[in-house]
């Protein structure tokens, strides 16, 4: 964890692209993050509920919704709202697999949620099928087989971009079935099942064009210390940060090096 911060907090700052600033109150965080291309999707593995966060008294089998502790956060693209995760707008809970395979339709965008890890996305085809990036391949799996013990959600509203229909979902799934990583352009299976759903190439490494003018805020509420916003250039490079303060907790430490509170 150390080494992953002071990675972070001794780059040149001149070699961030955090661009102008000035769309920001004066006493937010203002921090950019520059990447290289690298396939960095995460595990699913064979996990008990346990070693998921889980206890013995909240299994995979139940049928009632199950609260987890998450950071919570909303982004936004100049002034519009482009992504929201706030318990106050909506249900957060998690429910086991064979709950949530009650709940699809073909098309849903679904979540599947471990403690110390990105969540996993991946789109819901049938029955239990579902279509995913997953070790650096787009791959059908059973939701049942490859859940690992995570509890799971739908997550359709979490972008606020409108969805294509359920049969180009879809097609958009199925159609790039069995590449592997020299042919593929997302970088985590939350881009590929969003770029499903919605179609905008913004979700893919390099799909847009940087600009002075276009910048991604991420807002990150955590509990008891306000709200920090970090400032991207592109919506993949916040996808990618946001998903390694879940997985790390990172940004808990950079905020209280630097403040930002609101």
């Known amino acids: 964890m150390g080494n992953q911060l002071d990675r972070i907090t001794h780059l040149n700052y001149s070699e961030l692209p955090t661009g102008d600033p000035s769309g920001l109150e004066k006493d937010e965080l203002r921090v950019g993050v520059a990447y290289f291309f690298s396939d960095e999707e995460e595990e699913v593995d064979d996990r008990t509920p346990s070693d998921c966060g889980f206890t013995k008294d909240h299994s995979p089998t139940e049928e009632e919704p199950f609260p987890v502790s998450e950071v919570e956060y909303s982004a936004f693209c100049s002034q519009e709202c482009i992504f929201s995760k706030l318990r106050e ?3 957060l809970n998690v429910y086991s697999v064979k709950t949530l395979l009650t709940m699809c339709k073909p098309g849903d965008l679904l979540e599947l949620v471990g403690t110390a890890q990105p969540p996993h996305w991946v789109i819901y085809e049938h029955d239990d099928q579902i279509i995913h990036l997953h070790k650096g391949e787009i791959r059908k799996d059973s ?3 490859i859940s690992g013990g995570r509890h799971g959600r739908i997550v359709n509203n979490r972008y ?3 969805p294509l229909p359920p049969d180009l979902v879809m097609q958009n799934a199925v159609g790039h079935l069995s590449l592997r990583s020299e042919e593929i352009c997302w970088t985590n299976s939350e881009s590929f099942a969003a770029w499903c759903r919605f179609g905008k190439r913004e979700f893919k490494a390099g799909g847009e064009a940087h600009s002075a003018e276009q910048q991604y805020f991420l807002k990150v509420h955590l509990s008891g210390s306000g709200v920090h ?3 991207f250039r592109s919506l993949e490079d916040m996808i990618r940060e946001r998903r390694r303060v ?3 907790g990172i940004l808990k430490e950079l905020s209280l090096v630097n ?3 609101e």
């Open 160 to 162: 606020r971009f409108r």
């Open 229 to 231: 916003t970090l400032v």
């Open 143 to 145: 939701l049942l087989e």
């Open 89 to 91: 707008n909506e249900d």
């Open 259 to 261: 403040g930002g509170k």
């Open 246 to 248: 879940d997985a790390s």
